[in-house]
C-alpha cells in the first residue's frame, strides 16, 4: 500500500513538474525577452579609434552616376533570365555577349569575340558588343573622381570605379578630361567598389588611356572578374584589399564589407575621408552594406575630426530600382541622427529616396539634372561637391 | 442524415502497411520527392514556373495552406460526401482534393482579393492597378499585392483554426455541414479582416510617396515599440499564433488548457493562451538574434535592421511546425506511454532538438538545391517558403491521403469511437491536483525559469562555436 502511495506522489510530482516546466519557460521568455533589463547582457564595445590621419579637403566629381538609362528594361532583363540570383556574367549584356540571347552568355564566350580589341580599339570592340548584346545602348556606369588636398596643400587624384558601357563612359570620361589626366598619369589609382557590372565592366575604358594604373579591388571577386583584369591588357600593379579596414593616405582609408550582393557579386569596398576640422566623408560606389552600417563601422573603428559625420558621396543602394518598402524608412528615420551634414547621393540611392530624404529636411545637395542624370534631387552626371 | 467529413480525422483508422519505422520512412521520401519535384516546377529560380519571386511563391504556399485548412476544419471536407471519403483510392482522393483545393484557392485570390477588393476597393490588392502609379515597375507591383494577398492567408491561418481548436467550432459546434461550416468561414473572415486593417494595412500605406497617411495610420502606431515600421513584426507575431496553434493541436493535445472544465472558461483561455505563448515566443526569437549576432540597429540592411529580425522570428518559428506535425503525422504523436504533461514535455524537447537540427542544416544545405542563396538575410533567402510547402504536402498527405503509401485506413467502429473518447478523458482525469503534484509544479517552475536563464547565458558562446555558414 505505501510502496503504491509512493508511486502515485512520485508520479504526480513528475506531472506537476513537466507542466510546471513549461510555465516556467513561457513566462520567464514573455517576461523578460523584450524588456528593457535584457539590454544588460548586451556586450558593450570599446571603440578602436584607430588613427587614420587627416587631409584638407575632397573635391569630387561625378563622372556618371547613370548606370543603365531605362530601368523597365534592366528588371525585365533580369527576370527573363532568371532573376537577381543569376550570374551576372550569363546575362549576355555588354560587354559580354555571345549571340546566344537572354541569360545565355558566359564570360568565356563574349570576352572571346572582344579580346583582341582590348583595350585600345574600343571602337572595334563596341561594334562586336552591338552585334552581340541584349540592350547594348541601355548600359551607362558608374564612376567618379576624388581630388584629394593634404594637409600640406599637395593634390592627389583617383578614381573610384569605371563604369559599364564603353561608349557611355568614353563620352563621359572626354567630357570630364579624365583622359588627359589618366594620359598623363596624374591619377594615381583606381578604387573598384565591387565587381557589378555598372561598376567595374567598363575597365578597359581607364586602361585604354593608362594601362600601368594602379588598382585596388576588394576582396571576393569571382574567378571571371579577376581574369578580366588580364584580359583588359592591364599591365599595372594589382591588390586585392582584404575584408576590413586598408589605410591609402593620411586621412583616406578604405574598408572591405563581406557582402553577398545580388547579381552573384561579393563583397564592397567603401571609402572614408578624415577632413580636418570637418569630420568624416564616405564615398561609396553602391553602398550594398548599407549607410547605417557604413557609418557605424566609422564609429567603431577609427578616430575622426570631432567625432563628427560630415557627408557623403555616392550610391546608397536603397530603391536602385524605384521600388519602396518600410524598412527604407526606417533609414530615411534614421539617418537623421547620424547628423551628415552634407549629402551628396545619386545613383543606386534611388531619386523617390533623395526626395524623402528632402522631405525629412537632410541637407541634400542638389544637382542640375544634365547629360541624362533623371532628376535635380541628387548629384547628377557632371555635377561636383566638395568637402572641407 | 450525410455527414460529409465531421469528425473524419478522428473516426479514422490509420494502419501501417509494415511494422517498424518503414512507413514513416515510406511516406518521407514519398513526400520529399513530391516536394521536390513540385519545388522545382513551382517555385525554384532555375525551374519552371520560377515564383519564387519571392512574394508570389509566398502567396500560393499560404493560400495553399489556408484553404486546406478551411476545407478540412471548417467544412469537414464538404461537399465531398463520407462514402467518397471512405472508400475511394487514397491516391485519387488526394488528387481531387488537391485540384479542388487549388480552384478555391484562384477564385479566392484572383475572383475576390485581385478582381473585387483590388478593382473596387483598395488598389495595392491588384497589380493591374498600382502599376498605374508613376515610377512603380510591374515586377514590384506585382509583389506589393502578393505581400498584400497573402498576409491575408497568414492570418486566417491562425484564425480560422484557432476558432475550432480553442473555441471548440462555438456557438455552432450543433449546426450540420454546410451551415457549421460557412458561420465559421465568415466569422474568422471577418476576424482576419480585422486583424489585416489594424496590423498590415498601416504597412502597405507607407510603401506610396508620399504615405498614405489619411487612409492608414502613418507612422503606423508600432514604430516605438517594434523599433521600425515595418509590419514584418506583425508577420511574426501572427506566424508564432499559427505555429502555437498547431503545437497545441498536435503535439500538446491541447494541454494544459483541456484541464478547464467550465466550457467557456477553458474556450477562452485557449484562445487568448495562444496569443499570451505566441508573443512569449516572437520576444524570445527577437532576443535570440540580439543575444548571436548583437543589437539591431535601426535603418541598416538585413541582418541588423529590426524589420529582417523580425521576419526571422517568423521564419523560425516555422522551423519548430516542421517536426511537430512529423511526430504527430508519422510517428503516432509519441511518446504515449506516460502521463500527459509527461508526454508532451517530451514530445516539445524533441521538437525543439528537431527543430534547432533542421535550422542549422536548412541554412547550411539549402542553397545546394532549392536555388536559394547562401547566407541568413539574402534578399532572396525565403525560408518560410519551402518550409510551409513542406507542410502544405504532408498536411495533403495525411488530410486527404490518409498517409498513403505508408498506411492504410479503415473507419473506426462505434465502440473505437467511444473508448478512444473514454481513454482521452481518463488522460485527463489522470492530471489532478494534490500536494505532490504542487511541489511538482513549482519546483519545474523554478527549473524552466533556470533552463531560461542558462540558454540565454551559454547561446552566444554556443552559436559562435557551431557557425552555420562556414
Ligand atoms: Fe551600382
Ligand atoms: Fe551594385
Redesign the pocket.
Known amino acids: 500500500m505505501s510502496i503504491d502511495k509512493k508511486e502515485v506522489k512520485r508520479r504526480d510530482f513528475l506531472k506537476g513538474a513537466a507542466t510546471g516546466v513549461g510555465v516556467g519557460v513561457f513566462a520567464a521568455m514573455g517576461m523578460y525577452s523584450y524588456s528593457d533589463a535584457r539590454k544588460e547582457l548586451f556586450p558593450q564595445k570599446e571603440r578602436k579609434k584607430k588613427d587614420i590621419g587627416v587631409c584638407k579637403s575632397i573635391h569630387v566629381t561625378n563622372i556618371s552616376e547613370t548606370s543603365w538609362f531605362d530601368n523597365a528594361t534592366l528588371i525585365g532583363d533580369i527576370k527573363k533570365s532568371g532573376g537577381l540570383l543569376v550570374n551576372q556574367y550569363d546575362y549576355n549584356w555588354p560587354p559580354f555577349g555571345n549571340g546566344q540571347g537572354l541569360g545565355k552568355g558566359s564570360y568565356k564566350d563574349g570576352m572571346a569575340k572582344i579580346k583582341e580589341f582590348l583595350p585600345d580599339r574600343l571602337d572595334e570592340a563596341w561594334d562586336v558588343i552591338l552585334e552581340n548584346c541584349i540592350h547594348p545602348d541601355n548600359p551607362g556606369g558608374y564612376s567618379c573622381l576624388i581630388e584629394m588636398e593634404e594637409m600640406d596643400g599637395n593634390k592627389r587624384k583617383f578614381l573610384l570605379d569605371t563604369g559599364w558601357s564603353y561608349k557611355w563612359m568614353d563620352e563621359c570620361f572626354k567630357r570630364e578630361g579624365i583622359d588627359t589626366m589618366l594620359r598623363n598619369k596624374e591619377i594615381e589609382a583606381l578604387f573598384i567598389s ?1 565587381e ?1 557590372f ?2 567595374y565592366w567598363g575597365l578597359p575604358v581607364t586602361l585604354q588611356y593608362d594601362p600601368e594604373i594602379t588598382i585596388y579591388i576588394p576582396e571576393g571577386f569571382y574567378e571571371e572578374g579577376l581574369q578580366y583584369i588580364k584580359d583588359c591588357g592591364h599591365k599595372g600593379e594589382v591588390h586585392v584589399v582584404k575584408n576590413g579596414l586598408f589605410e591609402v593616405a593620411p586621412g583616406f582609408a578604405t574598408y572591405v564589407f563581406p557582402v553577398p ?1 545580388i547579381c552573384r ?1 561579393y563583397g564592397e569596398q567603401s571609402l572614408y575621408f578624415n577632413i580636418a576640422g570637418k569630420g568624416l566623408v564616405s564615398v561609396t ?2 553602398c ?1 552594406q548599407g549607410i547605417i552600417r557604413f557609418a557605424e563601422t566609422a564609429y567603431q573603428e577609427i578616430a575622426y575630426e570631432n567625432d563628427n559625420f560630415h557627408g557623403i558621396y555616392g550610391g546608397l ?1 536603397i530603391s536602385p530600382f524605384e521600388d519602396w518598402d518600410p524598412k527604407y524608412d526606417d533609414l530615411v528615420i534614421s539617418l537623421g541622427k547620424y547628423g551628415f551634414e552634407r549629402i551628396g547621393c545619386n545613383h ?1 540611392t534611388g531619386v523617390l529616396c533623395a526626395k524623402k530624404f528632402i522631405n525629412a529636411g537632410y541637407p541634400v545637395v542638389e544637382g542640375t539634372a544634365q547629360f541624362r542624370s533623371k532628376d535635380t534631387a541628387y548629384l547628377g552626371n557632371g555635377d561636383t561637391i566638395t568637402f572641407g | 442524415m450525410e455527414r460529409y467529413g465531421t469528425n473524419y480525422l478522428e473516426e479514422r483508422k490509420l494502419i501501417k502497411r509494415w511494422s517498424g519505422p518503414i512507413p514513416a520512412l515510406l511516406n518521407l521520401l514519398f513526400t520529399l520527392i513530391v516536394f521536390y519535384a513540385t519545388w522545382w516546377f513551382f517555385h525554384d529560380p532555375r525551374g519552371v514556373m520560377r515564383m519564387y519571386t519571392p512574394n508570389v511563391g509566398y502567396m500560393y504556399t499560404c493560400w495553399w495552406l489556408i484553404v486546406m485548412i478551411w476545407i478540412v476544419y471548417l467544412f469537414n471536407f464538404w461537399p465531398f460526401k463520407r462514402k467518397w471519403l471512405e472508400n475511394t483510392h487514397p491516391l485519387t482522393k488526394g488528387l481531387v482534393l488537391c485540384a479542388f483545393s487549388f480552384g478555391v484557392l484562384y477564385v479566392m485570390i484572383n475572383g475576390f482579393f485581385e478582381g473585387i477588393l483590388g478593382n473596387f476597393g483598395l488598389a495595392y490588392f491588384n497589380p493591374d492597378q498600382l502599376v498605374k502609379l508613376p515610377g512603380i515597375t510591374e515586377f514590384f507591383a506585382v509583389e506589393y499585392s502578393c505581400l498584400a494577398i497573402l498576409m491575408f492567408a497568414a492570418i486566417a491561418a491562425w484564425i480560422s483554426p484557432a476558432w475550432v481548436i480553442a473555441m471548440e467550432e462555438e456557438p455552432w459546434s450543433k449546426l450540420p455541414q454546410p451551415a457549421k461550416g460557412f458561420s465559421l468561414f465568415i466569422c474568422t473572415f471577418f476576424l482576419s479582416t480585422i486583424v489585416y486593417f489594424v496590423t498590415m494595412h498601416p504597412h502597405m500605406g507607407i510603401l506610396y510617396h508620399p504615405w498614405q497617411s489619411f487612409t492608414s495610420i502613418a507612422p503606423p502606431y508600432w514604430e516605438g515599440f517594434a523599433d521600425t515600421v515595418s509590419g514584418n513584426f506583425h508577420m511574426a507575431w501572427i506566424m508564432c499564433c499559427t505555429v502555437v496553434v498547431w503545437l497545441l493541436e498536435t503535439i500538446w493535445q491541447r494541454y494544459p488548457f483541456n484541464l478547464i472544465r467550465n466550457p467557456w472558461l477553458r474556450r477562452i483561455a485557449t484562445f487568448f493562451g495562444i496569443i499570451v505563448i505566441a508573443f512569449a515566443m516572437h520576444f524570445f526569437l527577437y532576443f535570440v538574434q540580439e543575444l548571436t549576432w548583437g543589437e539591431a540597429i535601426r535603418g541598416t540592411r538585413r541582418a541588423f535592421a529590426p524589420d529582417w529580425r523580425w521576419l526571422h522570428v517568423a521564419e523560425m518559428a516555422i522551423f519548430f511546425l516542421v517536426p511537430a506535425l512529423f511526430l504527430n503525422f508519422y510517428c503516432g504523436n509519441w511518446p504515449r506511454k506516460f502521463s500527459m504533461p509527461v508526454n508532451v514535455l517530451i514530445r516539445t524537447v524533441i521538437t525543439l532538438v528537431a527543430a534547432v537540427t533542421l535550422y542549422i542544416m536548412y541554412y547550411k544545405t539549402s542553397h545546394l538545391f532549392l536555388g536559394t542563396q547562401k547566407g541568413f538575410s539574402h534578399p532572396q533567402q525565403f525560408p518560410m517558403i519551402p518550409l510551409i510547402w513542406l507542410v502544405n504536402i504532408w498536411l495533403a498527405n495525411n488530410w486527404f491521403m490518409d498517409n498513403w503509401p505508408g498506411w492504410k485506413m479503415v473507419p473506426k467502429t462505434v465502440e473505437e469511437i467511444e473508448a478512444d473518447h473514454v481513454a482521452r478523458q481518463a488522460e485527463i482525469d489522470d492530471v489532478r491536483w494534490s500536494p505532490s503534484l504542487g511541489a511538482g509544479l513549482g519546483m519545474g517552475v523554478l527549473a524552466g525559469v533556470a533552463f531560461y536563464a542558462i540558454t540565454i547565458y551559454a547561446l552566444p558562446g554556443l552559436y559562435a562555436a557551431i557557425d552555420i555558414l562556414k
Do not use: K, Y
Open positions: 565591387h557589378h555598372d561598376h550582393i557579386v560606389g553602391c550594398h543602394h543606386c
